[in-house]
């Protein structure tokens, strides 16, 4: 069975540092994995995803992520964090072996505060 | 390009009573999921299609949830009867044609509120 888990409930980073969310995974086959970003009153905004090819991958507003297939993660970063980055973030899993046919699982989500 | 629509934003009904939710996918968006995300948690997959036929809904509780998408575009997602643990707010999201590698896009929700 496939799942997601976002070990950190809050991360915390002061405006200009650099931020990490952390995810990792377990499928049975090659992971399809995706970031997603939720502000207050608004649906889900796609980041990023992984599908094959680099491992590190670029997305919407500066961040990227690494994708580490010997650790099992997919950790969200961005080099210097802005106030507007304060959102909440989801790591999304599907399993690339059943295509279109395979559920994704969100994870719990991670609530990013970024302190001026 | 138009996004996701979804009527109503909000709803309160009591418990026992029975509600429907309405989704309009992106222009040519062949998969359709409608989500469950009870506050605190991440979005639960209650059912997924493609086109007009069901996907996935193993998650689905199928005794009093029901869901329909007639003509491969417009859905709507019912609950009859509606119980407290319902209260949540219930996401419809569509992606383009592919093999499971498309990112979803999601429309703001339905927030339901059972009393």
């Known amino acids: 069975a496939q799942s ?12 200009g540092n650099p931020l990490t969310v952390k995810c990792t995974y ?16 608004r649906g889900l905004q796609f980041l990023l995803k992984y599908i ?15 994708f580490n297939k010997s650790q099992t993660s997919f950790h969200l ?6 106030v507007s980055d304060s959102a909440l973030y989801f790591c999304a899993v599907r399993d690339g072996r059943y295509s279109s046919a395979s559920k994704i699982i969100f994870g719990s989500g991670t609530r990013l505060s970024i302190r001026p | ?36 995300q009870i506050l605190g948690q991440g979005p639960k997959l209650l059912i997924q299609f493609q086109n007009n036929g069901v996907v996935d809904d193993s998650q689905l ?7 329909e998408r007639l003509k491969g575009v417009d859905s709507t997602l019912k609950i009859q009867p509606a119980k407290l643990e319902d209260s949540a707010v219930y996401l419809c999201a569509s992606s383009a044609p592919g093999q499971g590698n498309n990112e979803q896009f999601f429309g703001p929700g339905t927030r339901l509120t059972v009393l």
């Open chain 1, 4 to 15: 997601v888990a976002q070990p950190e409930d809050q991360v915390n980073v002061a405006e």
């Open chain 1, 26 to 41: 377990s499928v049975s086959g090659n992971p399809y994995l995706f970031w997603y970003v939720q502000y207050p009153n």
């Open chain 1, 52 to 66: 094959t090819g680099d491992n590190l991958v670029k997305g919407s507003y500066g961040f990227e992520a690494e």
């Open chain 1, 77 to 82: 970063k961005k080099p210097s964090a802005l």
């Open chain 2, 1 to 36: 390009e138009a996004g996701v629509a979804q009527s109503p934003r909000y709803k309160i009904i009591e418990k026992r009573q029975s509600v429907a939710f309405w989704c309009n996918p992106i222009s040519g968006h062949a998969t359709l999921y409608w989500y469950q």
């Open chain 2, 61 to 67: 509780p199928k005794d009093r949830f029901s869901a």
